[in-house]
Nanobody
Framework: QVQLVESGGGLVQPGTSLTLSCAASGDSFGNYGMGWFRRAPGNNREFVAATTWSGALTYYADSVKGRFTISFDNAKNMVYLQMNSLKPGDTATYYC????????????????WGKGTLVTVSS
């Protein structure tokens, strides 16, 4: 049983940076994939970024490529999403997701979800 807890959301101005954290517990995560998703107002939950627990593979949505970076601290079971050059379009609730076998590049592949943390980008 896996538990995921996101933190770090808040209100920021366009062009600034913010880092989200996801604390994972309940398993060894040795062959798990980790990902970040978001749901903007009026939209479905969409893929943002994903990585294997080893960090060998990383994927990003086109909308965030070059601005967001997913990383992890294996020893601490922490996954991070560093967000730079934030835009109003990045406003959304951000969710951490885990896939037991594979990389979570779609919501259908996610086995466990966090409760989400809200990021608001506005002047």
């Amino acid at each position: 049983q896996v538990q995921l807890v996101e933190s770090g959301g808040g209100l920021v101005q366009p062009g600034t940076s913010l880092t989200l954290s996801c604390a994972a517990s309940g398993d060894s995560f040795g062959n798990y994939g980790m990902g970040w998703f978001r749901r903007a107002p009026g939209n479905n939950r969409e893929f943002v970024a994903a990585t294997t627990w080893s960090g060998a593979l990383t994927y990003y949505a086109d909308s965030v490529k070059g601005r967001f970076t997913i990383s992890f601290d294996n020893a601490k079971n922490m996954v991070y999403l560093q967000m730079n050059s934030l835009k109003p379009g990045d406003t959304a609730t951000y969710y951490c997701g885990v896939t037991r076998n594979g990389i979570p590049r779609s919501t259908q592949l996610v086995d466990y979800w966090g409760k989400g943390t809200l990021v608001t980008v506005s002047s």
